[in-house]
């Protein structure tokens, strides 16, 4: 079963994980057709609060400045990385600062920065986060961008034994909640929603769009590596943070699979979109509050986006919507 993402909703939940790529096929197919969202009334707004954002986090020294600094560093990732390197310098318990350091610096950059010649900081996300399955997917990527099809096995066999897979997507939406939130001025706190949610928007997931890659062509591949490929797959599938991953995982079983198995593969992907799509559609009355003309609907509506952001942060998307 498919279904058409709503973009208020997406609008919305942006920050969480799960987006309408999940209503696409997994080997490039179109995207279903979907309606053009209307304009915010809030453009102009988010588009002055975002330079003002960004000035200030280039300006001040804050771990959380930092890591905001590096991770809207679209046009300069060598500053990012030296940001987010700063950051995960500051704070070393952050998973966030961790993980989103180690994902800046698998970007195929020349020169690589010095933050990420220095230290493997992958192997150091996959050390430092070791209940955590994610880090070792990308390292099962890394492997096989390297043709080294054991080391990527192995790497496959190890994931699918972790309890959980987190890429701390839900904890970034929060921190940039907060710091478009503590910005002084007069912008109303709607436009501040959507501009956080926006940011979002206009990033895909590195570790979804990386596993995408994985276990293609399995025919040309040793024994065992579909295998550790469908299980890999459905321990992601079912023990990821936010719905694009559990997605990304369900897709990968279900590439990896064949006979009888594929049929099952198949009805896992659309569980995953149709809870995915159920747990999202409720945002449709708060993204509709954002953009009420009443104040206080519209306050209720950023106090509701405010303790969704939060919840998922907490518990996980996933958890969060199961928890109701």
């Not at 509050?289 to 518990?315: C, I, N």
Request: with cysteine; net charge neutral.
């Amino acid at each position: 079963m498919r279904h058409t993402c709503v973009p208020l909703v997406l609008v919305l939940l942006a920050a969480s994980s799960f987006a309408c790529a999940q209503a696409r096929t997994d080997a490039g197919g179109t995207r279903i057709t979907e309606p053009a969202a209307a304009p915010s009334r809030w453009q102009a707004d988010r588009d002055a609060l975002d330079q003002v954002l960004r000035a200030r986090v280039v300006a001040a020294s804050t771990p959380r400045e930092l890591w905001i600094e590096g991770t809207l560093a679209d046009a300069d990732p060598w500053t990012g990385a030296r940001a987010l390197a700063e950051a995960r310098a500051r704070v070393p318990g952050e998973k966030l600062f961790l993980a989103s350091l180690a994902m800046a610096c698998l970007a195929p950059l020349q020169p690589l920065p010095g933050e990420c010649d220095a230290t493997d900081r992958l192997a150091d996300w996959a050390i430092r986060d070791p209940d955590n399955g994610l880090p070792v997917l990308l390292l099962a990527d890394r492997a096989r961008q390297r043709n080294n099809m054991a080391s990527m096995l192995a790497h496959l066999e190890d994931a699918a034994t972790k309890p959980r897979f987190d890429d701390y997507a839900n904890r970034a939406a929060v921190l940039l909640w907060e710091a478009i939130r503590d910005v002084p001025g007069t912008i109303d706190p709607a436009a501040r929603a959507e501009l956080a949610a926006s940011y979002g928007l206009l990033r895909v997931s590195y570790p979804t769009r990386q596993i995408t890659s994985l276990c293609r062509g399995l025919d040309k591949q040793a024994d065992g590596v579909r295998g550790a490929c469908i299980a890999a797959g459905n321990a992601l599938a079912q023990r990821g943070a936010t719905w694009s991953l559990r997605s990304a995982g369900a897709r990968l079983a279900e590439r990896s699979s064949e006979g009888p198995a594929l049929a099952i593969a198949q009805q896992q992907v659309s569980a995953v979109q149709r809870r995915a799509f159920e747990c999202a559609e409720p945002g449709n009355a708060i993204a509709a509050g954002l953009e009420s003309a009443d104040a206080t609907a519209r306050a209720r509506a950023v106090a509701q986006w405010e303790a969704r952001l939060v919840r998922d942060a907490q518990q996980g998307e996933v958890a969060a919507c199961a928890a109701g």
